[in-house]
C-alpha cells in the first residue's frame, strides 16, 4: 500500500511541477509587465504541438525540444512587442482580456493545423528509471522536479544580481519612475515576455510528455498554474513553487479515494481559494461610513 501512496504522490510531485514552471513563468511576467497572461497555456501547447511535428518530420529529439521553446519564445514575444505596449496603460482586467483573445487566437490556429487525433509526445527519458525510497521514477519526472527548482533558483539571482533583473524589479514597483530613470522599458519588458515564453515551451513539452498531449488539455494547463501563482501572490517565486507540488499532490493523491476522485479538477481552485482567505486572515471587513 505505502509503494502505490508513493507512486501517486511522485506522480503528483511531477505534474506539480508543471504547475510550478507555469506559475513561475506567469508570476515573472506579472511582476516585470503587469500582464497575468491568460494564454501562458495555449502558448505552451502550440510549443508541445510543434515539438510533436518536428519529431515527425524526422528531426533528433534535441532539435524537437529546440523547436518548442524557440516557439514559446516567438509566439510570446510577438503579444509582448505588438500588443503589450499598447495596453501598458489600461486597467489590468483590460490586459488580461486581451491576453485571453490570444489565448483563443491560438487555439484556432492549433485547429486549424492539426486535428483532434490521439497522439504522444515521447521522450528519451521516459525509458529510463531509477528506484527511490522503493518506488520506480523515470528520469523524465526528476528532470522536471529539478527543472521547477532550479528555475525558482535561477530567476531570484537573476532578478536579484543582473542588471536586466534589477530593471525588471524597477518595472514592478512603478513603471513611470522606471522610464524617469532610463530604463529602457520596451527592452526590458520584451525580454520578460521572452522568458515567460521559453518557460511555456519547456513546460508543454513535459506535460504533453507526462500527462497528454492534446492542446485543450494543455491550455487549461494554466488554470492550476495561476492557482499556483496565486499561492505566491504572484510575487514570491518559491510560494509559487510550493503551491504548484501541493496542488499536484492533492489532486493525484485524490485519485485514491472514489469518494473524492470526481473533485480532482477542483483541487486549484479550493487551495488558491484557501489560500486567499488565509492571506486575508488579519484584514477585517469595513463598511463606508462617510466619515
Given at each position: 500500500?505505502?509503494?502505490?501512496?508513493?507512486?501517486?504522490?511522485?506522480?503528483?510531485?511531477?505534474?506539480?511541477?508543471?504547475?510550478?514552471?507555469?506559475?513561475?513563468?506567469?508570476?515573472?511576467?506579472?511582476?516585470?509587465?503587469?500582464?497575468?497572461?491568460?494564454?501562458?497555456?495555449?502558448?505552451?501547447?502550440?510549443?508541445?504541438?510543434?515539438?510533436?511535428?518536428?519529431?515527425?518530420?524526422?528531426?533528433?529529439?534535441?532539435?524537437?525540444?529546440?523547436?518548442?521553446?524557440?516557439?514559446?519564445?516567438?509566439?510570446?514575444?510577438?503579444?509582448?512587442?505588438?500588443?503589450?505596449?499598447?495596453?501598458?496603460?489600461?486597467?489590468?482586467?483590460?490586459?488580461?482580456?486581451?491576453?485571453?483573445?490570444?489565448?483563443?487566437?491560438?487555439?484556432?490556429?492549433?485547429?486549424?493545423?492539426?486535428?483532434?487525433?490521439?497522439?504522444?509526445?515521447?521522450?528519451?527519458?521516459?525509458?529510463?528509471?531509477?528506484?527511490?525510497?522503493?518506488?520506480?521514477?523515470?528520469?523524465?519526472?526528476?528532470?522536471?522536479?529539478?527543472?521547477?527548482?532550479?528555475?525558482?533558483?535561477?530567476?531570484?539571482?537573476?532578478?536579484?544580481?543582473?542588471?536586466?533583473?534589477?530593471?525588471?524589479?524597477?518595472?514592478?514597483?512603478?513603471?513611470?519612475?522606471?522610464?524617469?530613470?532610463?530604463?529602457?522599458?520596451?527592452?526590458?519588458?520584451?525580454?520578460?515576455?521572452?522568458?515567460?515564453?521559453?518557460?511555456?515551451?519547456?513546460?508543454?513539452?513535459?506535460?504533453?510528455?507526462?500527462?497528454?498531449?492534446?492542446?485543450?488539455?494543455?491550455?487549461?494547463?494554466?488554470?492550476?498554474?495561476?492557482?499556483?501563482?496565486?499561492?505566491?501572490?504572484?510575487?514570491?517565486?518559491?510560494?509559487?513553487?510550493i503551491g504548484g507540488?501541493?496542488i499536484g499532490v492533492?489532486?493525484?493523491?485524490?485519485?485514491?479515494?472514489?469518494?473524492?476522485?470526481?473533485?480532482?479538477?477542483?483541487?486549484?481552485?479550493?487551495?488558491?481559494?484557501?489560500?486567499?482567505?488565509?492571506?486575508?486572515?488579519?484584514?477585517?471587513?469595513?463598511?463606508?461610513?462617510?466619515?
Amino acid at each position: 500500500m505505502m509503494t502505490v501512496y508513493g507512486l501517486f504522490m511522485v506522480s503528483g510531485l511531477a505534474v506539480g511541477s508543471l504547475y510550478a514552471l507555469g506559475g513561475i513563468g506567469l508570476v515573472i511576467l506579472r511582476r516585470s509587465t503587469g500582464f497575468l497572461n491568460f494564454s501562458y497555456g495555449a502558448i505552451a501547447a502550440f510549443s508541445a504541438m510543434t515539438a510533436w511535428q518536428i519529431s515527425q518530420w524526422g528531426a533528433p529529439v534535441p532539435v524537437a525540444w529546440i523547436g518548442a521553446v524557440l516557439t514559446g519564445f516567438v509566439l510570446s514575444v510577438t503579444f509582448g512587442y505588438a500588443l503589450a505596449p499598447r495596453l501598458s496603460h489600461r486597467e489590468p482586467a483590460i490586459k488580461a482580456v486581451a491576453t485571453l483573445g490570444y489565448l483563443l487566437i491560438l487555439l484556432g490556429l492549433m485547429g486549424l493545423l492539426w486535428d483532434h487525433s490521439l497522439r504522444r509526445l515521447d521522450l528519451p527519458t521516459d525509458r529510463i528509471a531509477v528506484m527511490v525510497l522503493g518506488v520506480r521514477v523515470t528520469v523524465t519526472r526528476l528532470i522536471v522536479l529539478g527543472l521547477a527548482i532550479s528555475a525558482v533558483i535561477a530567476m531570484i539571482v537573476y532578478l536579484d544580481r543582473t542588471r536586466t533583473g534589477l530593471n525588471m524589479r524597477a518595472l514592478a514597483d512603478n513603471r513611470g519612475h522606471a522610464a524617469l530613470l532610463g530604463v529602457p522599458i520596451l527592452r526590458v519588458e520584451t525580454i520578460a515576455w521572452g522568458i515567460s515564453g521559453a518557460m511555456a515551451g519547456l513546460t508543454g513539452v513535459f506535460f504533453g510528455s507526462l500527462v497528454r498531449l492534446d492542446p485543450t488539455v494543455i491550455t487549461f494547463m494554466v488554470i492550476p498554474a495561476l492557482a499556483a501563482a496565486i499561492c505566491g501572490r504572484l510575487t514570491s517565486l518559491p510560494m509559487t513553487l510550493i503551491g504548484g507540488l501541493f496542488i499536484g499532490v492533492v489532486e493525484s493523491m485524490l485519485a485514491l479515494f472514489p469518494t473524492l476522485s470526481a473533485y480532482r479538477t477542483m483541487a486549484p481552485y479550493i487551495i488558491a481559494g484557501l489560500i486567499i482567505l488565509w492571506m486575508q486572515r488579519g484584514n477585517k471587513l469595513t463598511f463606508a461610513t462617510g466619515d
